[in-house]
């Protein structure tokens, strides 16, 4: 419950002076460790003394405050008065100084002190990494992503609720996992994932994917040829990481399985070419976002500008696609990938017996309707059009959203003003009725036919979208209410030489712990901005060159961070997706993925962000950490035919 005190001063009808009733909350009835939390003002205003009950109106204006700070990069801050408010006003990032917090509302005679004392539940800062750690762990041990997410779920749950397991068990169905659902962000991906497997099955049905796997065959017939159709796909479509995990993968998969590429390998070639790939875009859906980040830092350079030149800097992500080309070049793999491509290679198991792939049998193992009547046109034009569609679409929504402005506006501000999510469902609807289309033109189904095939392909994603349902609320459960990602920051103070290691760490960590890139940026870009300005000196003018490589490798450092600790979370949405597209066996997909993805990182934070803290150019420092990339997959790395 959230404590709330009341102030009221009555008054007589014949009175003059008005009346206010104010009242101050808490948002929640615990705060986690020291940090700073939410309190929110209520105020009214009498307009009707004789009525009965008297009649209140909402208050508009500004209240006084007095003992409250207000916490903004780690430093706190008096805060004295509110923003003009019409009825309520919420406080963030707030902290009570003394015993108490005095809010005051109206003038003179008339004025009304509400006074707020916090007297909130503790919950050891600990405690808040507590739910990802035994989901990421349970995941691992039991290879059961579905039971390790629903038990950090509900873990999380306990920890908010006061420890009550029957209050825990509750509000993890009906609010917590309600809320995820009903996020119309989520369920756009949701309704696009769907639409995808429904055209996956569409094309399947008609034959198309059998015409195109013997089509590519001809011109592409080894494992090394397979690998690098994958890589290349992930390449070239670098506008979205969600489009990409599950373009690539359905698209990749009846071929690669082919070639006796296992699931595993399929889904870190699509993992690893996606969000390394779209951080890095100079246009692209994250470019926005990132943009409107590095925005509010206190530099004299736009929010673009910072990002073009934090680029040389993103080490992990450049290290680990110069790290996925070698791998498949020299077709070489070290501990557990190697394995499964051994066994992939010489039993022909793209499958480890046992596993559980995140896609139904029903659409990997469907079969055409004419098994000689398909033509890989018809994989082809849908895949192609719902790229299409999506570049259309980013910058026909960008214009919409910018309205007048949109006439001088760059292509960066079009596609970054787009709403990326309504433009994925336009293109995976569009792409289904394509496929469907073709296939009724082609004669190669019926229009029963085609409509069984999309609710089966449809149907097949059942199992991925229950997992990325629980991994998105343990990611809410560890944002909004156990504040995992302010509470791991606040433990470390390093000097600006290790400022972009120890950021590279902790972005890592903390996306480790919550599986989003994004949450991750939205969390550490505004508190370790700031902060390296204020090591490096804030005087922009007088910056000196290793100043911007510190500040350059610390914001560059949050983005790569970010990304490694999603291809190392079995929570992140887009590991999900790439075990989704390329059918996999989740947890064996993160377990196999993990070691490749601390290869890299470890060359990123030794090769690239430790040297940077000490004002080393990332020219010298990239070239040095491929080469030491190259020389782990020569000389460490064994042939999978071997």
Not at 577 to 585: E, G
Request: proline content about 5%; charged content about 15%.
């Amino acid at each position: 419950m959230s404590w709330l005190v009341t102030a009221l001063v009555a008054v007589s009808a014949a009175a003059s002076a008005p009346a206010y009733k104010v009242e101050v909350s808490a948002g929640r009835d615990y705060q986690v460790s020291d940090l700073p939390y939410r309190l929110t003002i209520k105020a009214s205003e009498l307009v009707d003394a004789k009525a009965k009950p008297p009649k209140y109106e909402p208050f508009c204006g500004k209240a006084k405050l007095d003992g409250l700070v207000k916490i903004e990069a780690e430093t706190p801050s008096p805060l004295t008065t509110t923003d003009r408010f019409c009825g309520s006003i919420t406080l963030d990032s707030v902290k009570v100084t003394g015993d108490q917090v005095r809010v005051s509302v109206g003038e003179g005679t008339a004025m009304v002190i509400a006074t707020y004392s916090p007297k909130l539940r503790r919950v050891p800062g600990i405690l808040s990494i507590i739910a990802p750690l035994i989901a990421i762990i349970l995941a691992l041990a039991l290879r059961n992503a579905l039971f390790a997410l629903l038990a950090g779920v509900w873990v999380g749950a306990l920890v908010i609720n006061g420890y009550n397991p029957l209050i825990a068990s509750m509000r993890t169905f009906d609010t917590y996992l309600a809320d995820s659902m009903g996020s119309r962000n989520h369920a756009a991906v949701i309704m696009f994932t769907m639409a995808l497997g429904g055209m996956v099955g569409i094309i399947t049905r008609s034959g198309g994917t059998r015409a195109l796997v013997d089509a590519i065959a001809k011109r592409a017939s080894t494992r090394r040829s397979g690998m690098l159709t994958a890589y290349i796909a992930g390449i070239v479509v670098f506008f979205d990481d969600y489009a990409n995990c599950l373009l690539v993968g359905n698209s990749v998969r009846p071929f690669s399985d082919k070639m006796r590429v296992s699931r595993e390998k399929l889904s870190y070639l699509v993992d690893s070419t996606a969000a390394p790939v779209s951080t890095l875009a100079l246009i692209s859906t994250w470019v926005g976002f990132q943009v409107g980040l590095l925005e509010k830092l206190p530099a004299k350079e736009s929010g673009y500008e910072l990002f073009l030149g934090m680029l040389p800097y993103s080490f992990y992500s450049l290290f680990t696609i110069g790290f996925v080309f070698f791998i498949c070049w020299t077709m070489r793999d070290f501990g557990p990938m190697l394995k499964a491509e051994r066994r992939a290679f010489h039993k022909g198991q793209v499958l480890r017996p046992g596993a559980k792939p995140l896609m139904d049998p029903e659409l990997t193992e469907m079969q055409a309707a004419q098994p000689s009547g398909g033509h890989w046109i018809t994989a082809v034009l849908p895949v192609v059009s719902i790229v299409v569609l999506v570049m259309v679409g980013l910058y026909y929504s960008g214009r919409a959203a910018l309205g007048d402005q949109a006439s001088g506006a760059s292509l960066r501000a079009i596609v970054g003003k787009a709403d990326s999510y309504a433009v994925l469902l336009w293109a995976s609807f569009g792409g289904s009725l394509i496929a469907m289309a073709i296939g009724l033109a082609k004669k190669s189904m019926s229009a029963a036919e085609a409509v069984e095939a999309w609710l089966a392909g449809a149907k097949a994603m059942a199992m991925a979208i229950f997992i990325l349902v629980l991994a998105w609320t343990l990611g809410d459960i560890c944002k909004n209410y156990l504040m995992t990602g302010p509470w791991l920051i606040s433990q470390v103070n390093p000097s600006p030489k290790l400022l972009p290691v120890i950021t590279f760490v902790i972005s890592a960590v903390i996306a480790l712990a919550t599986g989003s890139s994004f949450s991750t940026m939205a969390i550490v870009i505004p508190i370790a901005g700031p902060l390296v300005w204020a090591a490096t000196g804030n005087d922009l003018v007088a910056a000196t060159a290793t100043d911007w490589t510190v500040r350059y490798a610390t914001l560059a450092a949050v983005l790569s961070g970010a990304v490694f600790g999603d291809h190392c979370s079995p929570i992140s949405d887009t590991t999900i997706m790439s075990s989704m597209s390329s059918a996999s066996d989740h947890v064996d997909h993160v377990r196999t993925q993990m070691p490749y993805a601390f290869v890299c990182a470890g060359v990123a934070a030794l090769v690239g962000f430790l040297p940077a803290g000490y004002g080393v150019s990332p020219w010298l420092t990239l070239p040095i950490g491929l080469a030491v990339l190259f020389a782990i997959v020569r000389f460490y790395g064994k042939r999978v035919d071997a």
